[in-house]
């Protein structure tokens, strides 16, 4: 399968999707039940949305040559301090990426991407489109994570299918 600018721009809707179910699902929690350590590989729902929304930020600090967040990955889970400011940055930067999913041309998608990664502390060069795809593969990753931990906070977990989405937005 080739990724092309449509898959990228459908990609981009199911991740606004996803976020605005999740602002959904937070906002029925109380803090607590938020920032409770679950047992997750980041501890809580909240900080695994905030490692989340510190990924996909870092992601498109490098497709776009744009700045990026604040702190590395041991900062990643501290990105915001509640649901309400998560949402903020959240609406924010899922409006960044379909604003650059709809400018995306299949050219956009060629050749290599590299960078330096704090992770592991070495230069990485992958090709463009494996980027992109990881970069929509890391939100489904960590969006279970968060339904699972939601699930069983008590909370109703966001329709994921991706067959589910509604063809027309608001995507925000």
Known sequence: MKLTPDVVLMMARYNAWQNKQLQASFATLYREALTQDRGAFFGSILATANHLLWGDSIWMARFTGKGRP??????STRL??????WAVERFRLDGEILLWAEKLRAVDLTGPLSWYSGSI???V??????CVLHFFNHQTHHRGQIHGMLTAA???GPVSDLIFMPDEGPWL
Not at 70 to 75: A, I, L, T
Not at 125 to 130: I, L, T, W
């Open 125 to 130: 060069s992958k090709p463009r489109a494996q």
């Open 154 to 156: 008590g909370a109703k």
């Open 121 to 123: 502390g070495a230069e």
């Open 70 to 75: 604040p702190g590395g990955f041991d900062e």
């Open 80 to 85: 915001t301090d509640s649901a309400e400011a």
